[in-house]
């Protein structure tokens, strides 16, 4: 028998596309909350707050909105249980991350004999893949084009592919999804929370998912927030689908939400922690503090500094998100992209490769909208391509951060 040493777990900057930094009001909840059993009435009391609060983050008066306890794909694997097998699906990929969501949507559209002749990568008739390139954005047109000639039940794709550092075209997106009468699916795990939106203004959409750990700044494991129509639940209720735990209505009922109503307290579903609610309550009362449209402006100025400092070390930058930069090393540094990324991650300094082809390295900002911070990682980026032998015009980087931030002051 062993017993191992008390696992230490050091500080890191995590500047990656997620999980992002956990708020020390987070923290303190999680931490702070008593030992409370799932059926308390205060521990029912916050999870029916969190629903209302969560409403307001996401911009919806969709009843069936709430967590799922688990992490970003637990929401998706949720809103994904919506898909039966031989339903006709179009699902668009750029990006790891889509990629995955196509995966699940072949796994669940899957006829028994296709999850059979495949088990752990099924290709159904049924399932149609649109793959947009790397490095670019799924366009209204391109779903315009899929849904026009497929014709499917659902369609879906990521709003920000965390992958490539890509912002779909939502609106297209939706307005595609109206037109040929497909039910839209969205992973927002990487947008809500970043982005300013409000879901109710995509009425082709009719799921949605995200997690805790990336704009909601709730990573201790805690609550993928999701949110359905009522057309999504109707179609639910019609077909059914085999799960339990993630069933759509069956999870929504610990929430206070029973036969389509908001019911003043939950009923049992499993047994959720007093120590999670607590905690995803606070990063929900944060979000709404700091309000998400003040928070979108923040990461879209942080976001702009980072590029501009990055971009003068010679850096080419093919993302499009603002809370995740992703970009070519300059040429002369080609094809060292993972030495760097080790190299910077043995200090602490956590950031990351392109899990799918082409590799190229990821820096992201989530809940770092300071000064200081972006500051402190365009020192130890630049740092860290000089120890591999770079050279770059440290003038020029420090000036194009004092440009950024002294206009900023100079503005306000
Ligand atoms: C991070 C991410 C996921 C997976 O979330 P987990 O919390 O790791 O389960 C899925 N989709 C997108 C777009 C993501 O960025």
Redo the contacts with the bound molecule.
Sequence with gaps: MTIFPQLEIPETIAAG??PGNTDARVLARFAGAGLADHMHPDVLRGMVECKKMLRDVMGTKNVHTYGVAG????G?DVMFSGVMPGDKVVMFVNGT??G??GLTVRMKAATAEELAANPSDPKPASVTIIDVPHGQSVTGEIVEKALAEHKPKWAAM?H???GSGRVNDIQGFSDACEKHGAMGLV?A??SLGVEDFRIDDYPGVHGWAS?P??GICCLPLTY?PVSFSDQFIEQLKKTGTRTFVHHPIMEARHWGIIDGQDVEKGTYHRTHSAYAVAAFHEALRITLQQTVAQRAKDYAFHEAALRAALTEMGCEITSNMTSLIVLNLPADMAGREMELVQHCRAQNFGIWPTLSEPVQVRIGILNLLNQQAISGIVDKFGQAIRDLGATFDQDAVSSALDEHYGQAIAAE
């Design positions: 596309p997620g992490t970003g794909w637990s998706l991350f889509s995955i969501d990521a920000w592919e965390t992973d795990v990487s997690c750990q990336k993928a």
